[in-house]
């Protein structure tokens, strides 16, 4: 997909900066608002990177590491200190690669109709996809609606060293991408729709 032009990100961030504003700032960190902050975030992005985005992790796990520590420092005092994610040793730990961030930090919703409208921002697109060589190649993308009851969009860095951040609808990624990277159920390296495990209702029959 091409990058969206600087009109259609002013309209995303309005959208996003309105929809904030609608929220009660006394909500907890699984709520709305920080689910636009890390909107917010990772919109940011497109229009121009932060220099407190390390370079060495500029990919789209890196994207999805940034956007919501970002948010969650800027929304909860000592959140900084707190790592967010959890590594394959069960472990809390600020750094989660694509993978570990799928099957540790986050939790399936599914791959078709039902997952795709049940989006929210900050849910992520996962893929996973083997090339001829055997290498297996895994890609996020971060999900955005700026407000509620519009098209859902996706944010994502493509992984080259010095790419732009880029986002556009998820209807277009459906019809434009790759045949490896578009999110449908017939497409196998489509691993489905995922929600950060902190924002997920607690499974049937366990901790609440």
């Given amino acids: 997909?091409?990058?969206?032009?600087?009109?259609?990100?002013?309209?995303?961030?309005?959208?996003?900066?309105?929809?904030?504003?609608?929220?009660?700032?006394?909500e907890a960190p699984g709520g709305d608002v920080v689910r636009q902050l890390i909107a917010e975030?990772?919109?940011?992005?497109?229009?121009?990177?932060?220099?407190?985005?390390?370079?060495?992790?500029?990919?789209?796990?890196?994207?999805?590491r940034f956007a919501y520590r970002t948010a969650f420092t800027r929304l909860r005092a000592g959140a900084r200190n707190r790592p967010l994610f959890i590594d394959d040793?069960?472990?809390p730990a600020d750094f989660a690669d694509a993978e570990t961030l799928v099957t540790r930090s986050f939790v399936p919703l599914g791959r078709g109709d039902d997952a795709r409208h049940a989006l929210r921002s900050g849910?992520?697109?996962?893929?996973r996809a083997e090339r001829a060589d055997g290498e297996?190649?895994?890609?996020?993308?971060?999900?955005?609606?700026?407000?509620?009851?519009?098209?859902?969009?996706v944010v994502y860095h493509p992984g080259e060293p010095g790419a732009r951040v880029r986002t556009g609808t998820l209807a277009a990624l459906a019809r434009e991408?790759?045949?490896?990277?578009?999110?449908?159920?017939?497409?196998?390296?489509f691993l489905g729709y995922f929600r950060f495990r902190d924002f997920a209702p607690p499974a049937p029959g366990g901790p609440t």
């Fill in 1 to 26: 997909m091409r990058a969206a032009r600087t009109p259609q990100l002013l309209a995303v961030m309005a959208g996003l900066a309105a929809t904030a504003a609608l929220a009660s700032p006394a």
């Fill in 41 to 64: 975030v990772a919109i940011a992005q497109v229009r121009s990177i932060d220099p407190a985005w390390n370079e060495a992790q500029r990919d789209c796990a890196g994207l999805v």
């Fill in 89 to 91: 040793y069960n472990r």
């Fill in 123 to 127: 849910d992520l697109l996962a893929f």
């Fill in 136 to 153: 297996v190649v895994w890609h996020l993308m971060l999900a955005v609606l700026p407000a509620p009851g519009t098209e859902a969009r």
């Fill in 177 to 189: 991408a790759p045949l490896e990277w578009r999110p449908s159920p017939e497409n196998p390296a």
